[in-house]
C-alpha cells in the first residue's frame, strides 16, 4: 500500500471499540491481568499484551503499528518528546569511555545533551561538518560507537550525504542514529538511506496543530533491545490524550505536508527575489545548497527553511522586522498550521563556520494563503528597512 493509504487505515480496530474508527485514549496506570497465569508469563517476559500504563497501551501501540508501516521499521517505541527519542537513543548505545560523532548542525538542545549529559557520563562527542560525506572516515576512532546525521541540519539546512556516511559506519560496525523529522516518513526512507535507528518528533508534523509533544524512535530487530531497556528505564511514556491527537494528526499529514511545501516554494522564491536576502535555504527550491542531493535521497519537501540577510540589521531594525509580522508568530517548534518565523545565530558550531555573514532566520510556512504571508512578510521588510 502507498504510504497515503497506511496514514488512513493503520492502527485502526473498529471491531475491538463498538465499531468506532478511532481509537480513544487510553489514559492507565494500572492494567488487568486475566489470571494469575498469564501474570506470571508476564514475570518471564512471555505476556504479550501490555502489563503497566509505563510500558503501553492500546492507544501507543496503534501508533507503534502505524509508525513500523510507514517507516518499514520491526520496532517503534512512543515517547513524551523528540527529546526523549533523542536521548534515550544516545543512551541506549553509549556508554563511559566511548566515542560519538555528531554532526556539527544538529538541533541545539541535542548538543546540549552531548555537552553536558553525556560529557558526564564519559562519552567523548566530536562534533562533524554536515558535508563531510565519506570523508567522515578520517574521524572514526577505535572507540567510535555511534554516528549521528541530522538532514536537513537544524536551523541551516545542509543536506548530509547519508548513504555515504552510513556505509562508512557500517563498514566499522558503528550505528547510525537519524533525526529524520523534517523528511518526515513520507518524503525520506532513512532506513534505505542507511540509517539504523530513526527518530521523529512527533509534536512537529504528525501531530500538526501545535497542541502536543511526542517522539518515536523505530529501529529493525536487532537494535530494538538496547532502544527498548533504556526507554524503560527512563520511562520517559506519552499520555494517552496526546497518542489520540498524535494518531488524529498523522490521519491528515499526507494533505496537510502538500500545502505546506506548495506555500513554503511560494514563500521561498518570493524571498529569493528580495534584494534584501542573501540566500534562502530550503533544499526544495532549485539551486539551493543540497538541492541536488536533496533530489537523490528525499521524495518531497516540508516547510521549515532558513534564509540568510545580506546584511546584520541593528537590533531595532530587527525587531521593527519580527514584532511587526501579524501571520509569522515568534516562538519554538514548528509543523503546526500556522507559520512561525525565529531570528538564529550559529555560534555554537565548532566544526566549520556558518559561510553567510548576514543575519540567519528560520521559517515555518503554515497553512495560511501565501499571498496573505507574502504581503506581511513585505510590510515587515520595508519596517526593518526603515529603521535604523
Ligand atoms: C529537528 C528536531 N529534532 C527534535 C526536536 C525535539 O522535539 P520535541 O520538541 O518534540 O522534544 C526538535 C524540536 O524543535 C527539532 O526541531
Not at 58 to 77: Q, R, V
Not at 114 to 133: N, W
Not at 257 to 263: F, R, V
Not at 290 to 304: I, M, Q, V, Y
Request: net charge negative.
Amino acid at each position: 500500500m502507498k504510504k497515503e493509504t497506511l496514514l488512513a487505515t493503520s492502527g485502526s480496530a473498529p471491531e475491538d471499540h463498538g465499531g468506532v474508527v478511532n481509537i480513544p485514549a487510553y489514559r492507565a496506570s494500572t492494567i488487568l491481568f486475566p489470571n494469575l497465569a498469564s501474570f506470571e508469563a508476564a514475570e518471564r517476559g512471555e505476556y504479550h499484551r501490555s502489563t503497566y500504563g509505563r510500558y503501553g497501551t492500546p492507544s501507543t501501540e496503534a501508533l507503534e503499528d502505524t509508525i513500523n508501516k510507514l517507516e518499514g521499521a520491526d520496532h517503534s517505541i512512543i515517547l513524551s518528546s523528540g527529546m526523549a527519542a533523542i536521548a534515550t537513543s544516545l543512551l541506549a548505545f553509549l556508554r563511559s569511555g566511548d566515542h560519538l560523532l555528531m554532526v556539527d548542525a544538529v538541533y541545539g538542545p541535542t548538543r546540549r545533551f552531548c555537552d553536558q549529559a553525556l560529557k558526564r557520563s564519559g562519552v567523548e562527542t566530536t562534533y562533524y561538518d554536515p558535508l563531510i560525506g565519506a570523508g567522515i572516515a578520517s574521524l572514526i576512532k577505535e572507540n567510535t560507537k555511534v554516528i549521528y546525521v541530522e538532514s536537513p541540519g537544524s536551523l541551516t539546512f545542509e543536506v548530509q550525504d547519508i548513504p555515504a556516511i552510513a556505509k562508512v559506519a557500517h563498514e566499522k560496525g558503528i550505528i547510525v542514529i537519524g533525526d529524520s523529522t523534517w523528511g518526515t516518513p513520507l518524503y525520506m526512507d532513512s532506513f534505505a538511506l542507511g540509517i539504523d535507528v530513526v527518530i521523529h518528533s512527533m509534536t512537529k508534523y504528525m501531530g500538526g496543530h501545535s497542541d502536543l509533544m511526542m517522539g518515536v524512535i523505530s529501529s529493525k530487530e536487532q537494535h530494538f533491545k538496547p532502544l527498548q531497556q533504556t526507554y524503560r528505564h527512563l520511562g520517559g511514556c506519552p499520555s494517552g490524550d496526546n497518542c489520540y491527537l498524535a494518531q488524529r494528526g498523522l490521519r491528515s499529514m499526507s494533505a496537510r505536508l502538500k500545502q505546506h511545501a506548495e506555500n513554503a516554494m511560494i514563500v521561498a522564491k518570493w524571498l529569493k527575489a528580495r534584494p534584501e536576502v542573501e540566500e534562502v535555504l530550503y533544499p526544495a527550491l532549485p539551486g539551493a545548497p543540497g538541492h541536488e542531493l536533496w533530489k537523490r535521497d528525499f521524495t518531497g519537501a516540508t516547510s521549515l527553511f532558513a534564509f540568510a540577510l545580506k546584511t546584520k540589521p541593528s537590533h531595532a531594525a530587527l525587531a521593527a522586522l519580527i514584532d511587526s509580522l501579524e501571520l509569522f508568530g515568534l516562538g519554538y517548534s514548528w509543523g503546526g498550521y500556522e507559520s512561525l518565523m525565529t531570528p538564529f545565530s550559529t555560534d555554537t558550531r565548532v566544526a566549520t563556520k556558518w559561510r553567510y555573514s548576514g543575519q540567519g532566520l528560520r521559517i515555518h510556512v503554515g497553512l495560511e494563503h501565501p499571498d496573505d504571508l507574502i504581503r506581511d512578510l513585505e510590510q515587515g521588510f520595508k519596517r526593518m528597512g526603515a529603521t535604523s
